[in-house]
Nanobody, 119 residues
Framework: QVQPVESGGGLVQAGGSLTLSCVAP????????MAWYRQVPGKQRELVAS????????YTDSVKGRFTISRDTDNWNTVYLQMNSLKPTDAGLYLC????????????WGQGTQVSVSS
């Protein structure tokens, strides 16, 4: 199964920082968007941040000014999510999704990396 691989999650105290990484397989061609979602039990999956192939970024309001999504300058298949000033409400399973193709896009989901924030 073709899927991106996430890493970098862990347990951190409130106010701390983590950097998540997502690496998409080279077999995925024509990547247009890479994004991070957060899944919390009992809640709907939430889009946290996204970045397009042209470098445009977007964030959910709750993380603006604290999180930064970026892509590897040498490898578009790799993106990072720098998370600063973490809050307990930021905790959850962070999933990377890769969108490829423009007219008929395909979506590839990773299995996620867990982020826990202690108060």
């Amino acid at each position: 199964q073709v899927q991106p691989v996430e890493s970098g999650g862990g347990l951190v105290q409130a106010g701390g920082s983590l950097t998540l990484s997502c690496v998409a397989p080279e077999s995925i061609y024509g990547i247009t968007v890479m994004a991070w979602y957060r899944q919390v039990p009992g809640k709907q999956r939430e889009l946290v941040a996204s970045i397009t192939s042209s470098g445009s970024t977007d964030y959910t309001d709750s993380v603006k000014g604290r999180f930064t999504i970026s892509r590897d300058t040498d490898n578009w298949n790799t993106v990072y999510l720098q998370m600063n000033s973490l809050k307990p409400t930021d905790a959850g399973l962070y999933l990377c999704v890769v969108e490829s193709g423009s007219r008929y896009p395909s979506y590839f989901w990773g299995q996620g990396t867990q982020v826990s924030v202690s108060s």
